[in-house]
């Protein structure tokens, strides 16, 4: 692995560089066929509990003050649980850190302040220390926090967010940061992340998609099946089978979503966030 010098402005060139290239991730999810299959959900706790596989799930909240759903579509449960019964063969335990979004859910969780200064926060330290223009920070939201129904698998009910732990002592398996991180330090293989760390990320890549569960190359806690990343991720052309839904939880019933390409959170939104950061930062700064 080509190792970049530690300064900032290599830090910052690759930062770039990955997220221009989640960028045209984005646009190829945008292109990219579905063909709902209408397929409902089932819990991921409910599943491992019956199977009797060691699974731990996050109690921290989503958005703030938002419950996390740890449900996901019913044949990917299932797969779900074989990785966890393959990682408590090795000693491990499969933590998920969140699973379902609706689309209201996704909405918030961008413009939850902490997450939107993060946000904020990189895109200035990226332009140089200048306060960046509304289109490039709503760029930068489209991939962190998927701000289209249509790229975002967490709405689809295909994806989920993990860490894992030790089965011995409880400790996690260290994979460079904590879930979550923001920075050059979040792609799956960069270089700016310790060799051990890098190796402990490839050997739960590996487990994960021998279930089919392919990584987001830009999060190292992101993995999916059955949607258009997977299938991008995998070369298989062929329509996927889950596109973003509004899920029925008392009859378990799943509708597309109406309009997938419109923006949870439009440029308006995006540049009154903005003002409402930068007023943040000004007031902690007086304090």
């Not at 992340?193 to 990584?215: D, K, Q, S, Y």
Request: charged share 25%; hydrophobic share 40%.
């Amino acid at each position: 692995m080509k190792t970049l010098s530690n300064d900032d402005a290599a830090r910052r060139a690759y930062w770039t560089e990955q997220m221009e290239l989640g960028y045209a991730m984005v646009e190829k999810l945008i292109a990219f066929p579905v063909n709902e299959c209408g397929e409902g959900f089932a819990s991921l706790a409910d599943a491992a509990s019956a199977a009797n596989v060691e699974m731990q799930f996050s109690t921290s909240k989503i958005a703030g003050d938002l419950d996390r759903v740890f449900y996901m579509r019913e044949s990917l449960v299932r797969d779900v649980v074989a990785i966890g019964r393959d990682m408590n063969e090795r000693g491990w335990i499969l933590k998920i850190e969140d699973g379902f979004r609706s689309l209201d859910m996704q909405g918030q969780l961008m413009r939850n302040p902490r997450v939107f200064d993060a946000i904020l926060k990189s895109c200035i330290w990226e332009n140089g220390g200048e306060i960046p223009s509304v289109e490039m920070v709503f760029r930068r939201a489209i991939v962190l926090t998927a701000n289209l129904p249509k790229i975002g698998t967490h709405m689809s009910g295909s994806a989920i967010d993990i860490s894992v732990f030790h089965r011995d002592d409880g400790s996690e398996v260290w994979r460079g940061n904590p879930y979550l991180e923001m920075s050059e330090r979040t792609p799956m293989r960069s270089p700016f992340v310790e060799p051990e760390a890098i190796a402990n990320r490839l050997a739960i890549t590996a487990m994960m998609e021998a279930r089919g569960f392919m990584h987001f190359p830009f999060e190292f806690w992101h993995f999916n099946k059955g949607d258009a990343g997977g299938h991008i991720l995998t070369g298989n052309p062929e329509p996927c089978r889950y596109g973003p839904v509004n899920w029925n939880t008392q009859t378990n019933e799943v509708t597309p979503v109406a309009d997938p390409l419109s923006p949870l959170n439009p440029l308006p939104v995006v540049e009154r966030e903005i003002a409402a950061a930068v007023r943040r930062a000004a007031e902690q700064q007086q304090a």
